[in-house]
C-alpha cells in the first residue's frame, strides 16, 4: 500500500511566477490536509479538503494561494506570484476521515519550494 | 485558544543516555494525543496516539504517556538512529472536524 505522494519533492521558482504543488492521498483516503513548515519551525495548518470540497482553509493566506481536491486527480496547492517569503516545506497529509474519532494523519515526504 | 507546547527545543544526550521529552497542552474537546518523528528532509512519521490520561503506549526504545495536561515521551537507552525531531499534536473537535495541532517539536541528537 503506497503511502502519500508528493511531486516534485523539490520546486525552484523565480520571484512572480506560479508554483503547482500535487499530492495523492494513501488509497482508501478521502481526506487531505496541507502544511507549511519553515526552518527550525513546526507545521503550520494550511487547508482541510475532501473531493471536491474544501473544509477549512483558515490557515491559507487569502491572496495567491488555492488549492482543490477534484474527483479525479491528485490534491493540488496552487501559488501564484510567488514571493521569497513563501520558501518553505509544504507538506501533505490524508487520513481516512473517521467522524466522531480520532483520525490519525500520514504525511508525504514533503516539496521543498526555493524562490529566488 | 487550543495551544501545544514542547519542551526541551532541543536535547543533546550520550548513547545509552536516557530521557524525557515533554508535551504540554491546553485544548477543548481532546479527541487524541500523537507523537511523530521527522528525520531531516523528510515528512513526519506516525509514531503514537494517545486517547486518555493514564494510557501508555511502547514502541521499541520509546515509551509515550498521556496525562490531563501533558505528555511525555520517555526514550530508554537511545542510539545515534534516533536522532530526529518529534514532534507532537493534539487532535481537537474544531468546526465540524478534527483539527490536528502541532507543537514546534524538540530536536534529539544522540551522540556514540
Known amino acids: 500500500n503506497a503511502g502519500v505522494m508528493q511531486n516534485p519533492r523539490h520546486l525552484v521558482r523565480r520571484r512572480g511566477q506560479e508554483a503547482r504543488l500535487r499530492c495523492s492521498p494513501m488509497?482508501?483516503?478521502?481526506?487531505v490536509y496541507w502544511y507549511r513548515q519553515l526552518p527550525e519551525e513546526g507545521l503550520k495548518f494550511m487547508v482541510y479538503?475532501?473531493?471536491?470540497?474544501?473544509?477549512?482553509e483558515s490557515g491559507m493566506p487569502k491572496e495567491r494561494f488555492s488549492a482543490e481536491f477534484p474527483k479525479e486527480g491528485p490534491s493540488i496547492l496552487r501559488i501564484q506570484q510567488v514571493v521569497r517569503g513563501d520558501s518553505a516545506a509544504y507538506f501533505c497529509?490524508?487520513?481516512?476521515?473517521?467522524?466522531?474519532?480520532?483520525?490519525?494523519?500520514?504525511f508525504g515526504p514533503g516539496t521543498r519550494l526555493t524562490v529566488l | 485558544e487550543d495551544q501545544v507546547t514542547q519542551s526541551p527545543e532541543a536535547l543533546r544526550l550520550q548513547e545509552g543516555e536516557s530521557s524525557s521529552l515533554n508535551c504540554s497542552y491546553t485544548?477543548?474537546?481532546?479527541?487524541?494525543l500523537f507523537w511523530y518523528r521527522q528525520d531531516p528532509g523528510k515528512g513526519p512519521e506516525f509514531l503514537f496516539t494517545?486517547?486518555?490520561a493514564g494510557e501508555e503506549k511502547e514502541k521499541e526504545r520509546l515509551k509515550a504517556t498521556l496525562t490531563k495536561k501533558e505528555s511525555f515521551l520517555h526514550i530508554t537507552a537511545p542510539k545515534p538512529e534516533d536522532s530526529a525531531t518529534y514532534l507532537c499534536?493534539?487532535?481537537?473537535?474544531?468546526?465540524?472536524?478534527?483539527?490536528?495541532?502541532f507543537g514546534a517539536g524538540t530536536r534529539l541528537a544522540v551522540h556514540p
Open positions: 499534536a493534539v487532535q481537537a473537535y474544531s468546526g465540524g472536524y478534527n483539527k490536528l495541532i
Open positions: 479538503l475532501q473531493k471536491e470540497n474544501i473544509i477549512d
Open positions: 485544548v477543548s474537546g481532546l479527541r487524541g
Open positions: 494517545l486517547y486518555s
Open positions: 497529509a490524508s487520513s481516512p476521515g473517521a467522524s466522531g474519532s480520532t483520525d490519525t494523519q500520514y
Open positions: 488509497k482508501g483516503h478521502s481526506h
